[in-house]
């Protein structure tokens, strides 16, 4: 079984700052890359950062300046900093791991959080 625990959502006013964090547990063979996605009322799902096990990060262009993404590998954390939030960034923002389980070690699979709520208002 493999698990993920997202922390840190909440209320913010506009242009303050947010610090998600999730953390990966269970029976994981090896991790390929952590990242947010994120879903408004109404919208698809979207990808917001993604950052792999060799550290390359990738973002959503309506983040990159604002948003950072990092990782304990470690820990098998991974973490959003979120800085210079707009009411466009209020969403539940979910948790994601590509991981091979030890079950199954030749086997990628995708897993996801639960969510947390981030609610920017103006």
């Known amino acids: 079984q493999v698990q993920l625990v997202e922390s840190g959502g909440g209320l913010v006013q506009a242009g303050g700052s947010l610090r998600l964090s999730c953390a990966a547990s269970g029976s994981i063979a090896r991790v390929l890359a952590m990242g947010w996605y994120r879903q408004a009322p109404g919208k698809q799902r979207e990808l917001v950062a993604s950052?792999?096990?060799?550290?390359?990060?990738n973002y959503a262009d309506s983040v990159k300046g604002r948003f950072t993404i990092s990782r304990d590998n470690a820990k098998n954390t991974v973490y959003l900093q979120m800085n210079s939030l707009i009411p466009e960034d209020t969403a539940v923002y979910y948790c994601?791991?590509?991981?091979?389980?030890?079950?199954?070690?030749?086997?990628?699979?995708?897993?996801w959080g639960k969510g947390t709520l981030v609610t920017v208002s103006l």
């Open positions: 950052i792999n096990s060799g550290g390359s990060t």
């Open positions: 994601n791991l590509v991981a091979a389980p030890l079950a199954t070690p030749l086997i990628t699979l995708n897993y």
